[in-house]
């Protein structure tokens, strides 16, 4: 019995990348273009935004939860970095305090689930619209524009020829993956999803831990955000908007099960790409947009479709 | 006359492992015919392959006489088979009558339109002949376990099923639930209907079966008929061995008090619960399902609030979590294996270490090898039967699986372990196993307070024994004056000291 499950693991495991590869290829057949360094760089780049929301609602989602209001964390957190600078405060400083922002609203997410015992779907529903509707009345409703030229470094710039956005994809995916992989509070969060009772009567305070990882997932979605002001060079107070729908396709495609306890962040990085090349692709092949949403939704429903025959 | 079922030489594998080799089983009308065995002896499959759920490889099955076979659930039914199983399949927020003729409405001529005042009458029909006054338009979910199962077996009848399987259908029910159960079998064996009754419990399959047919890894070891054979006899042929005790109780030194509780209370579920349990001493909780000793295990553990006082080790502290009843010296083993007590979908590995990941990491990060020296030794102490230690907990046997929870809690090293039904689901050999650990646990010094529904066992392992009835203490024993019967007594409510 152990034997057949581990293999089965295996499958699971491999389908995302043999998706992937997949993919590529036949892309590289059909459009010259696509496997140039120069293309490569450019749908990672894109890939990264989706992929650093994407890695915290992996851990949401890991613990059978679901964040929708990452979209709003980025555009109010952006906002806040972006009216701070706009108005001379250092750099780093308004940074600081755009993540440390986003953080906040995760935990406020966080608190509501866990000490208020709100369905997760609900509760960042509801904070989704907060969120955003904050922006608004922050904003005004306009592009907080006039950032300092140093601050496009962060997602514009270039490091060693890779670009800045694409460095922020992968340590942010090598620390997460340690995280999850060997710290105890990584186990926490697969313990947690898989059986709450269980973990709770293990004296593990699994509030805490549902807390814990919608402040992550609020913390990844604010640095997506000061990637994507600064890609932008202005903060607009529609960023975001649905963004949390990709970075569940992205999660899901990766092999994570919504219901919990199962899953891996390698796959999310990989689900992530699957959509941005599919996007890229698309976009090279002179697809209309209208076709490629049918198509991006069609290559999800596919996935889990195969994702359920297997588990048969 | 012929059998009402003769299964033949019936054989079964699972990619090339064999489960069923040679098997034969027989029932007639009217008879109750218990099948026992651990744990993976193959009687579920056997019963699979009566019902229709898995086809055999080779064998004949014969239902009065002519060859069989059911190739799916519905084919079975059909033939007249019904299985009662052991969590029941029914659907809480329908009515008694719409689980009973869920599938098979009666309508109104072809339109389509339920023919309720029929079902109605129908649903009441059956459930006057089982002597149930029941209401066919109560939800199932307010009825008691005992009661959904009755409609379960009203459910059978009114499918005209003439065979009938009983997998452990008293596991879940209170004693007055098993009279009123025993009843209705009786009733039952008067209209000719054959029963097919697999339990755990020794005492209820004397008191219930005619024949007794056991089977060992997937063999047939044989039939006896109930009036002539012994529990001794039975318990070797499902082992294959001699166990010399069901309850091999050691004498101990009874030291320090190592947990005392004080007027505990819980608003609703326990009322002045005072008691106190020593070192080397077990302490058995008996009572009725519902009697409040699971909450009392809980409410010591940590979960809900609770008033009076709790004292470990002389100190008295205040247990807000099952962190905090971890730290003071305690573990709690639940009843609800799968619900509670492991996370089916980590390996064998992560549960055991779940609750002592504090002292398996180091900043944070959890050592590997300290971990995999960890969990090589607790499958060793435990004697867990696994092929390695990544392996899913749920790809285990109940027994494995309940030496995997007392592993993770044994590392915690406790002064006070609390049981709630610790074998129960476990077959025989199994339980043996978790009896001699209790006895080296208590040897050492632990204090072990052991809540159980099997009386045997309470009357078998405990010091002392504690009876519960509605969330309060109604009577203490010494293991001297225990018997069945003053437990019983006040397990129902009758004041009695011993």
Redesign the interface.
């Known amino acids: ?6 293999k089965s693991g295996i499958l699971q495991r491999m389908g995302p990348l043999v998706g992937l590869i997949l993919i590529v290829f036949i892309l590289s057949i059909v459009n010259s273009d696509f496997l140039t360094v120069g293309n490569i760089f450019n749908v990672l780049r894109q890939v990264s935004i989706n992929a650093l929301i994407a890695y915290g609602m992996t851990f949401v989602i890991l613990t059978g939860g679901i964040d929708l209001s990452v979209g709003s964390i980025i555009a109010l957190s952006s906002a806040f970095a972006a009216g701070m600078m706009a108005t001379g405060t250092n750099s780093w400083l308004a940074i600081g305090v755009g993540v440390l922002s986003g953080t906040l609203m995760g935990t406020i997410n966080g608190v509501v689930i866990a000490r208020g015992k709100v369905a997760p779907f609900i509760a960042t529903l509801a904070t989704m619209t907060i969120f955003r509707g904050l922006t608004l009345v922050y904003t005004e409703g306009k592009p907080i524009t006039g950032l300092p030229d140093s601050f496009g470094m962060i997602g514009r710039g270039y490091l060693f020829q890779i670009p800045m956005p694409v460095i922020w994809m992968l340590v942010a995916f090598g620390a997460l993956y340690v995280v999850l992989k ?4 990584g ?2 969060v ?2 947690l ?3 709450e ?9 699994t509030k805490r831990v549902k807390i814990l990882v919608y402040s992550i997932s609020g913390l990844l979605a604010s640095l997506s955000g000061i990637i994507l002001t600064s890609r932008l060079n202005s903060a607009q107070p529609t960023a975001g908007t649905s963004y949390e729908l990709d970075a569940i396709a992205a999660v899901v495609l990766g092999g994570t099960s919504l219901s919990g ?2 899953g891996w962040i390698a796959g999310t990085l990989i689900g992530a790409m699957i959509i941005g090349i599919l996007d890229n692709g698309l976009n090279l092949l002179n697809v209309s947009s209208f076709y490629q949403q049918v198509v991006k939704g069609g290559v999800i429903l596919l996935a889990v479709l195969l994702d359920r025959s297997k588990g048969k | 006359m012929t059998d009402l079922l003769t299964m033949e030489g019936i054989n079964k594998s699972f ?1 090339g492992v064999k489960v069923l080799e040679n098997v034969q089983f027989s029932l007639r009308q009217g008879e109750v015919h218990a099948l026992m065995g651990e744990n993976g002896a193959g009687k579920s499959t056997l019963m699979k392959i009566l019902s229709g759920i898995y086809s055999k490889d080779a064998g004949s099955v014969q239902i009065q006489g002519t060859e069989s076979v059911a190739s799916s659930p519905k084919t079975a039914q059909g033939l007249g088979v019904a299985i009662i199983h052991q969590e029941l399949n029914m659907i809480p927020d329908l009515s008694i009558l719409e689980n009973m003729f869920l599938g098979r409405e009666f309508k109104w001529g072809r339109t389509g339109f339920v023919n309720w005042p029929r079902m109605r009458s129908e649903a009441k029909n059956y459930l006057q002949q089982l002597g149930m006054d029941l209401n066919p338009d109560s939800l199932v979910g307010e009825l008691s376990v005992g009661q959904q199962q009755m409609v379960e077996i009203a459910k059978a009848l009114s499918m005209h099923a003439k065979i009938l399987v009983l997998d452990e259908p008293t596991a879940a029910l209170t004693k007055r639930e098993i009279e009123k159960l025993f009843q209705l079998i009786a009733t039952l064996k008067t209209q000719g209907v054959g029963m097919i009754y697999i339990s755990h419990r020794m005492e209820e399959i004397f008191q219930i079966s005619d024949r007794i047919t056991v089977l060992r890894d997937g063999r047939y070891i044989g039939t006896r008929d109930t009036n002539v054979t012994t529990m001794d006899e039975l318990v070797q042929m499902m082992v294959g061995r001699e166990i010399k005790e069901r309850f091999p109780k050691v004498e101990t030194n009874i030291g320090e008090e190592r947990l005392r509780v004080e007027a505990l209370a819980q608003a609703g579920k326990l009322y002045d619960i005072n008691f106190s349990v020593r070192a080397g001493e077990i302490l058995g909780i008996a009572g009725l399902m519902g009697s409040g000793r699971s909450e009392l295990a809980k409410a010591l ?1 940590g ?1 809900g609030k609770y008033q009076g006082k709790i004292y470990v080790n002389g100190k008295l502290v205040r247990i807000n ?3 905090d ?3 003071a010296g305690m573990a ?1 083993i ?1 009843e609800d294996r799968k ?8 390996s064998v590995r ?1 549960n055991l ?3 002592n ?2 002292s ?2 180091r900043l ?3 050592g ?1 090898r300290m971990e995999q020296d960890f969990v090589g030794d607790s499958i060793k102490k435990l004697n867990v039967k ?3 230690s ?3 907990v749920s ?1 285990l046997s109940g027994g494995n699986q309940q030496k995997v929870v007392i592993g ?1 809690w044994l590392a915690t090293q406790p002064k006070v372990l609390i049981l709630d039904e610790p074998t129960r689901g476990v077959d025989i050999g199994a339980k043996r196993e978790i009896y001699d650990l209790m006895n080296q646990l208590v040897q050492k010094g632990v204090a072990i307070v052991m809540i159980s529904s099997e009386l045997p066992e309470v009357l078998g392992m405990s010091d002392r024994v504690l009876v519960m009835h509605e969330g309060r203490i109604t009577g203490e024993f010494s293991r001297e004056n225990a018997t069945q019967e003053t437990i019983m007594v006040a397990a129902t409510g009758g004041k009695s000291h011993g």
Request: proline content about 3%; overall charge positive; aromatic content about 8%.
């Open positions: 019995m152990g034997k057949v499950r581990g060997f710290t105890s509070f186990r926490h697969f313990a999803g898989g059986n009772e269980a973990t709770r009567l293990s004296g593990i305070n306890g199962k | 990619s553990f979960v979590s099952p962190a009843a971890i730290k709690l639940t619900g509670e007590g492991l996370v089916s979908d980590l992560e270490a779940l609750p990941l504090r398996l990491s944070g990060f959890i590997h696994v092929h390695h990544g392996q899913l790809s993770k």
